[in-house]
């Protein structure tokens, strides 16, 4: 019998909700450096994010991801409408939603805490950064239990 590694045992589900595409390759390259097998979904909008969640529309089965990086700025529905739905959700209310935005506006920051974002990340305009962003969102959130 072979030993598994950690990729082998348990992969990560990561729903991405973006709609700029350069900022979903960054985030794809930022996870495959990971020591875990992260399976990224991309929804590009607001209401695909839902569909894709609820497993509706194109979607024939829900996604339960372990975390979601949500962007505020997305068309359709936005960030914060999106957060609120999910914290509203009984399926999905504890999954782990990370808000990943260009804004720095401290109502912005304080609107999404208060919807019950679990974290919100500033996105680094760096890329060095960025990489270190998505570390620091493994190390939190896909730490074995």
């Known amino acids: 019998m072979t030993s598994l590694t950690l990729k082998e ?3 990560i589900k990561v729903l991405v909700v973006e709609d ?3 900022d979903v390759v960054l985030v794809k ?3 495959k450096e990971s020591k875990r097998l992260i399976q990224v979904t991309v929804a590009k909008d607001g209401q ?3 569909d894709c969640l609820r497993g509706e529309g194109r979607f024939h089965a829900r996604l339960r991801p372990d ?3 949500l962007d505020l700025n997305i068309p359709k529905k936005s960030g914060l409408e999106v957060l609120a739905e999910i914290k509203s959700d009984f ?3 504890n999954v782990p939603v990370i808000v990943m935005s260009e804004s720095d506006l401290d109502e912005d920051i304080k609107r999404a805490y208060a919807s019950h974002a679990n974290f919100y990340i500033i996105k680094p305009h760096d890329l060095d950064r960025l990489f270190m962003a998505i570390r620091y969102v ?3 959130w896909f730490s074995e239990s």
């Open 9 to 11: 045992l348990k992969s």
């Open 20 to 22: 700029n595409l350069p």
């Open 29 to 31: 390259e930022a996870f």
């Open 48 to 50: 695909e994010a839902m």
């Open 67 to 69: 975390v979601i990086l």
């Open 91 to 93: 399926n999905l209310h």
């Open 138 to 140: 493994e190390k939190i």
